[in-house]
């Protein structure tokens, strides 16, 4: 029904298997997120280094890699791993034409790459920026739903939807320890707050003056 509406499918996939199955549905391009993305992550755990590309290698649909992209550094090395090109949600987050709410924009550039939390969402296992309100998620998943950890796709309960709907208010209303909001371990690596299009070039160009660099370093040319 995409197709026959003239649409492109890009389907996100967690894991190899699940690409070939996605090939095989007609996707027209498959986005590999590895596990240190935010937001909605896999039940089970593979990261971008891994994922991409193995993915890249097992199906002949173009591959788009998403987790842990931010910068000129990490698209090369997305090229590298044998994706076309890459995703990125965090990143656009913390840009001026974003509309995200400012507090969550400040959330993202004053956190390190450790300060994320893996928790039972709305719909599945999510990553949050670490503050008081995601330690209680996943406090809450701990005590209700142990199996959570070990990749069991247990449904959520009227304690957990509780919490996140507090922390939804608490976004809205400026409450930076309590409100509930999303990124992936980039975080640790974004620091400021640019234009889009000043992002988009910069990345470009530096993933440019990466890759003309390589051929120097394996001759081993300083």
């Known amino acids: 029904k995409i197709k026959e509406h003239g649409l492109l499918w890009f389907h996100v996939v967690p894991s ?130 142990p199996g959570f950890y070990l990749g069991e796709p247990l449904d959520s309960n009227e304690d957990i939807l509780r919490l996140e709907r507090a922390g939804f208010d608490d976004l809205i209303d400026g409450k930076p320890e309590t409100a509930l909001m999303f990124g992936g371990e980039v975080v640790g690596r974004v620091k400021d707050l640019p234009s889009v299009k000043s992002l988009v070039t910069e990345i470009v160009a530096e993933a440019v003056k990466v890759l003309e660099a390589a051929p120097g370093v394996i001759k081993g040319k300083k």
């Open 16 to 145: 190899v298997y699940h690409a070939r199955k996605a090939e095989a549905a007609g996707a027209d391009v498959i986005i590999a997120s590895g596990h240190e993305g935010g937001a909605h992550v896999s039940w089970e755990p593979v990261h971008s280094m891994v994922l991409v590309p193995a993915v890249a290698r097992a199906v002949k649909t173009p591959v788009v890699a998403a987790g842990g992209f931010c910068d000129g550094n990490t698209l090369a090395a997305a090229l590298c791993l044998g994706a076309k090109g890459v995703q990125m949600g965090t990143r656009f987050i913390a840009t001026k034409e974003s509309d995200f709410e400012p507090t969550w924009k400040q959330a993202i550039i004053d956190r390190e790459e450790r300060h994320t939390l893996v928790g039972r969402g709305l719909f599945g296992p999510m990553r949050f920026l670490r503050n008081k309100r995601a330690e209680q998620i996943v406090q809450q998943t701990l005590h209700d739903l």
